[in-house]
């Protein structure tokens, strides 16, 4: 028997309905719904509250179940990504922040602009490793304007960064202000990115 069947069954067995049972653990009867159906599961917090009140041992209530599990393991895999995709991302917009200083000559990376770019190229491409592990196991790292530059909401929206860093190269060009010839090789090293990527 399944954790839902569980909860069902213990709630029947005391005759009782979705919406007593809700009003006694000051939650919403969508919210038993829920659990008993494994649309969600409860919290730790939650749960110990169930097993006291329909008097069943926690081992009793979790027993031969994997969604549980499966869910509580999710949980803790999300935690844990977000942590190390947000140290990406920021890692990722300051080496973006350093090259279009360069370009503009507000600073001058001379010869570590090349070992700059390769790590720039490594957590892109690790960022979109990670994006494609999230679409897949729908963990909910990103943010809508992301799942667009991702790809997620179509392959075309991808091409948002290398069309942005070939017009900074354009104005740069045109402004005279800078070397833009590294703006423009940026949008290609992008484009390059996008199309191992899409074609995975």
Request: aromatic share 16%; with cysteine.
């Amino acid at each position: 028997m399944r954790f839902g069947e569980r909860l069902k069954k213990a709630r029947s067995d005391m005759n009782l309905t979705q919406g007593d049972v809700a009003n006694e653990l000051y939650i919403t009867r969508q919210t038993i719904s829920s659990w008993e159906n494994e649309k969600t599961y409860p919290d730790i917090s939650s749960l110990i509250q169930l097993s006291n009140y329909y008097q069943i041992s926690l081992d009793t209530l979790l027993k031969e179940d994997t969604g549980m599990r499966e869910d509580f393991e999710k949980k803790y895999v999300t935690v844990n990504m977000k942590k190390i995709y947000w140290k990406l991302q920021l890692c990722f917009f300051i080496l973006l922040l350093l090259f279009i200083a360069n370009v503009l000559d507000i600073v001058h990376l001379g010869i570590f602009y090349i070992p700059f770019l390769f790590v720039f190229i490594a957590i892109t491409m690790t960022l979109d490793n990670i994006g494609e592990f999230d679409r897949n196991s729908t963990l909910g790292l990103k943010y809508k304007w992301q799942k667009y530059i991702a790809g997620d909401m179509g392959s075309i929206y991808t091409l948002i960064l290398p069309i942005m860093s070939f017009l900074f190269g354009i104005i740069c060009l045109l402004w005279n202000k800078g070397n833009p010839w590294w703006s423009f090789i940026c949008a290609g090293l992008l484009l390059w990115v996008n199309h191992k990527s899409t074609n995975k």
